[in-house]
T-cell receptor, first 113, second 114 residues
Framework: DAKTTQPTSMDCAEGRAANLPCNHS???????VYWYRQIHSQGPQYIIH???NNETNEMASLIITEDRKSSTLILPHATLRDTAVYYC??????????????FGKGTKLSVKP | EAGVTQFPSHSVIEKGQTVTLRCDPI?????LYWYRRVMGKEIKFLLH????????ESGMPNNRFLAERTGGTYSTLKVQPAELEDSGVYFC????????????FGPGTRLLVL
């Protein structure tokens, strides 16, 4: 079973920031937080990952709380093409999944004009 | 750099027939994974190759599924004989050895068993 909890759906206005929350209260000390998304009819797409520090790349920012029990994925300027299901996945670390990603139900983000 | 490719994109077969799905990973990626999503369910892990060896096949549903990775390059997933419940989308992903969970997915093969 997935070790994360996410809202089922969210809406965001085009051009505004989309903030997608994720709870992972049972995360172990050496596990990472990964975010993937699946745009309709495509394969999942890697977005970003982090351990305990905030991370930013060309797609998004990842904010992880100090206790690491929750995180937020931020899309700074959402576009219609960001409409997708977003998955927060806890993985990796010693004795961890060794690459086996456990997908939950994710958050369906709808970006509206 | 070419991404992960999968063939065919769609397959429609009758119950009891055999189907073989192919995945070509990103060049140089030692790790190759198979996942699938059946109707209305979440994406589920099937198995993981490291080069030509099966690292983890705990997600394979039964012995009607056979995966191979010849020479550590492309992989095939054969379903024989296919059953109705095998219908779904089969995804392949690959990753570098040092970053196993940063996976690059192919577009998937949509399998429909009638």
């Amino acid at each position: 079973d997935a070790k994360t909890t996410q809202p089922t759906s969210m809406d965001c206005a085009e051009g505004r920031a989309a903030n997608l929350p994720c709870n992972h209260s049972t995360i172990s000390g050496n596990e990472y937080v990964y975010w993937y998304r699946q745009i309709h009819s495509q394969g999942p797409q890697y977005i970003i990952h982090g351990l305990k520090n905030n991370e930013t790349n060309e797609m998004a920012s990842l904010i992880i709380t100090e206790d690491r029990k929750s995180s937020t994925l931020i899309l700074p300027h959402a576009t219609l093409r960001d409409t997708a299901v977003y998955y927060c996945i806890v993985a990796g670390g010693y004795g961890g999944s060794q690459g086996n990603l456990i997908f939950g139900k994710g958050t369906k983000l709808s970006v509206k004009p | 750099e070419a991404g992960v490719t999968q063939f065919p994109s769609h397959s429609v077969i009758e119950k009891g027939q055999t189907v073989t799905l192919r995945c070509d990973p990103i060049s140089g990626h030692d790790n190759l994974y198979w996942y699938r999503r059946v109707m209305g369910k979440e994406i589920k892990f099937l198995l993981h190759f490291v080069k030509e060896s099966k690292q983890d096949e705990s997600g394979m549903p039964n012995n009607r599924f056979l995966a191979e990775r010849t020479g550590g390059t492309y992989s095939t997933l054969k379903v024989q004989p296919a059953e109705l419940e095998d219908s779904g989308v089969y995804f392949c992903a690959s990753s570098q050895w040092t970053r196993q969970e940063t996976q690059y997915f192919g577009p998937g093969t949509r399998l429909l068993v009638l």
